[in-house]
């Protein structure tokens, strides 16, 4: 399976944007499902969005419809997270994970043993 190294953590004012990626070695994401997830400090990871392996479909968790948005671009086996109008309670470490087939539900049904995971990347949103 690919290995997935999560960057484009950071510090960032309320307000502010940031834009995670997702790269991928050793094999093509191409044809899976990726998704996104957070957790934050004391509290268990949540999903935040997903992307299917055209990059037709995509599915966002509640709290970030409007604000993040999940792009692909297969021929550089990313995927990426652009966090806009980013709020403190924001503030964690987010990780990538692609799943083994190809629909969003793929992600979004798995259990996370099921998919294959990055080491994550922190995000911290100041007030």
């Known amino acids: 399976q690919a290995q997935l190294v999560e960057s484009g953590g950071g510090l960032v004012q309320a307000g502010g944007s940031l834009r995670l990626s997702c790269a991928a070695s050793?094999?093509?994401?191409?044809?899976?499902?990726v998704g996104w997830f957070r957790q934050a400090p004391g509290k268990e990871r949540e999903f935040v969005g997903a992307i299917n392996w055209s990059a037709h479909k995509t599915y966002y968790a509640d709290f970030v419809k409007g604000r993040f948005a999940v792009s692909r671009d297969n021929a550089k086996n990313t995927v990426y997270l652009q966090m806009n109008s980013l709020k403190p309670e924001d503030t964690a470490v987010y990780y990538c994970?692609?799943?083994?087939?190809?629909?969003?539900?793929?992600?979004?049904?798995?259990?996370?043993?099921?998919?294959?995971w990055g080491l994550g990347t922190r995000v911290t949103v100041s007030s």
């Open positions: 050793g094999r093509t994401l191409g044809s899976v499902a």
């Open positions: 994970a692609a799943a083994r087939s190809g629909e969003t539900t793929a992600i979004v049904q798995a259990l996370p043993a099921n998919l294959n």
